[in-house]
């Protein structure tokens, strides 16, 4: 079975551009996650989706930061404009109510803002 | 306070010996545990769950105490390839949160030959 798919894997970019980061969550999960990681901050969650409705985005750190999930099967993260404090891991987790909510991960993206 | 606090470590230790890694969790309504896994810049990964009469996997043996609000995992016989960073986790009770899960900060293990 495919696991949580991400694109890219890595994004490198200058400041002030637009980044959009691509989840594709396990087929028949009902939860997706964002999370963001960093050696100061550990694993942050940003925002969460339940049957494609957001219902907890107090983790995005600012307006910059939006995310949508048009279908059970897309999401996706941008941040506009960029800034190198922006520079992190991005990952994108599912799960769902069966048997206990275990999440799993997507291989992140290595996101790069200089 | 945070929901799960873990002793960040490092933990060195040789090949074959035993280590243990504790947490305490703070909402005693949480109902799932678990245990993740994650590799030098890699995803964290599910390692195990833990239930309440204590589960064991192999080398791996997890316990949990609710009266103390307390998650342990125990690797016994260490190998190289035990070295990662281990994750305990906690799931959020039923409400407006249910289905979230909250991360402790990891502790670091290495093993070394």
């Known amino acids: 079975d495919a696991g949580v798919i991400q694109s890219p894997r890595h994004e490198v970019t200058e400041m002030g551009q637009e980044v959009t980061l691509r989840c594709k969550p396990i087929s028949g999960h009902d939860y997706l996650f964002w999370y963001r990681q960093t050696m100061m901050r550990g694993l942050e969650l940003l925002i969460y989706f339940n049957n494609n409705v957001p219902i907890d985005d107090s983790g995005m750190p600012e307006d910059r930061f939006s995310a949508k999930m048009p279908n059970a099967s897309f999401s996706t993260l941008k941040i506009q404009p960029s800034e190198p404090r922006d520079s992190a891991v991005y990952f994108c987790?599912?799960?769902?109510?069966?048997?206990?909510?275990?999440?799993?991960f997507g291989p992140g993206t290595r996101l790069t803002v200089t | 306070r945070k929901e799960v606090e873990q002793d960040p470590g490092p933990f060195n230790v040789p090949e074959g010996a035993t280590v243990a890694f504790n947490c305490t969790y703070s909402?005693?309504?949480?109902?799932?545990f678990f245990w993740y896994r994650q590799d030098c810049r890699k995803e964290p990964k599910l390692l195990m769950s833990?239930?309440?009469s204590g589960n064991e996997d192999g080398r791996f043996t997890a316990q949990l105490n609710r009266a103390s609000q307390y998650i342990s995992l125990l690797i016994r016989d260490s190998k190289l390839s035990d070295s990662a960073t281990y994750l305990c986790v906690v799931n959020s009770p039923a409400g407006s949160t249910l289905g979230r899960l909250y991360f402790g900060r990891g502790t670091q293990l290495t093993v070394w030959p």
């Open positions: 987790a599912s799960s769902s109510n069966s048997p206990g909510y275990e999440q799993y």
């Open positions: 909402n005693s309504a949480s109902q799932s």
């Open positions: 833990v239930y309440s």
